[in-house]
Nanobody, 115 residues
Framework: VQLVESGGGLAQPGGSVRLSCAAS????????MGWYRQAPGKERELVAT???????KYADSVKGRFTISRDNDKKTVVLQVNSLKPEDTAFYYC??????????WGRGTQVTVSS
């Protein structure tokens, strides 16, 4: 499974960005897709995930501001990020987990929140 992220960049506090991740390869094996992030000096953390059946999960810090969606036909997962805060600044990684619990990662995309 290969994952390629797009979107991100520089945004102002209170602004929005849209992150997209396209999957290719053995996509039939994928159960959960999601986004993680890693800020400088911090560990990688879960942001949001969505299962093949559409069950969503969010980190408490992003609930109400971030929305994850998935298009199984287009093999993409999108993270709509609203009401950005400076603490959302991080490298965002797309993740896919297969039914046999293998994990795949994209190369990531930077989101910087600054005025």
């Amino acid at each position: 499974v290969q994952l390629v992220e797009s979107g991100g960049g520089l945004a102002q506090p209170g602004g929005s960005v849209r992150l997209s991740c396209a999957a290719s390869g053995s996509i039939f094996s994928i159960n959960v897709m999601g986004w993680y992030r890693q800020a400088p000096g911090k560990e990688r953390e879960l942001v949001a995930t969505i299962t093949n059946s559409g069950r969503e999960k969010y980190a408490d810090s992003v609930k109400g501001r971030f929305t994850i969606s998935r298009d199984n036909d287009k093999k993409t997962v999108v993270l709509q990020v609203n009401s950005l805060k400076p603490e959302d600044t991080a490298f965002y990684y797309c993740n896919a987990e297969s039914y046999d619990f293998k994990n795949y990662w994209g190369r990531g995309t930077q989101v910087t929140v600054s005025s």
